[in-house]
């Protein structure tokens, strides 16, 4: 099964602990985007899905939306 993409945007901003547990997790970037943070990953099926989304909120972060996009977003200089 091909990855699909998604956006996912929690209230607050992510710790360095949390950062670091969604990137061992999956390839991310993580965008700070006050008062919400846009979090972007490659995500393989709906149980890697379904961890993403528990892992944040066994951090606290209340989840705001989650959208499968198209394509991830390009880096660009200053983002994660």
Avoid: K, W
């Avoid at 901003?13 to 991310?28: D, I, K, M, N, Y």
């Avoid at 965008?31 to 709906?46: F, L, N």
């Amino acid at each position: 099964m091909p990855e699909m993409n998604y956006e996912f945007r929690v209230h607050g901003r992510c710790s360095p602990q949390l950062r670091q547990a969604v990137g061992e997790f999956s390839e991310v970037r993580v965008v700070p985007a006050p008062p919400e943070t846009i979090i972007y990953g490659a995500v393989s099926d709906q149980a890697h899905l379904h961890g993403l989304l528990l892992l944040l909120e066994d951090f606290g972060l209340q989840i705001v939306s989650v959208h499968r996009i198209p394509e991830l977003p390009r880096t660009e200089a200053g983002d994660d």
